[in-house]
């Protein structure tokens, strides 16, 4: 049985949750939407920034935060992006690292987007129903 986590994040046209826990693991895909629904704009920089606060964010209202992190698969449109993600990436998350792909893509659902994030992390213990 999987749980939804409650987040603030912006309620998603499609049918998805920002993120469900079952059997004791997290499941989230993040994307670079700020509270109004929109892509932020201002580049990787600001995008993958973005995607980032998303993503601790969720993690803190599951009740874990980035050291729960156990494999984060990272989404890129262009190659040349992944340094400023690595860079960003380590202000966010320090050793014991977690398991990390870094995949080229060549779009995203809304083409604005540079970047997407899929994450799993251990948590304690599933939340009551």
């Known amino acids: 049985m999987i749980h939804p986590v409650a987040t603030d994040l912006y309620a998603a046209k499609a049918t998805l949750e920002w993120a469900v826990i079952g059997n004791g693991i997290l499941f989230t895909a993040q994307i670079p939407i700020g509270a109004d629904g929109a892509v932020v704009e201002g580049g990787i920089e600001a995008q993958a920034r973005q995607t980032l606060d998303n993503l601790r964010h969720t993690l803190a209202c599951a009740g874990g935060g980035m050291a729960s992190l156990t494999q984060v698969l990272i989404y890129v449109t262009r190659r040349e992006d992944l340094a400023v993600v690595n860079r960003l990436y380590t202000e966010y998350v320090s050793a014991p690292y977690p398991n990390r792909a870094a995949i080229i893509v060549s ?7 540079l970047v997407e994030m ?3 992390a251990a948590m304690e213990a599933d939340p009551e129903p």
């Open 107 to 113: 779009g995203f659902a809304r083409e604005e987007m």
């Open 118 to 120: 899929v994450a799993y």
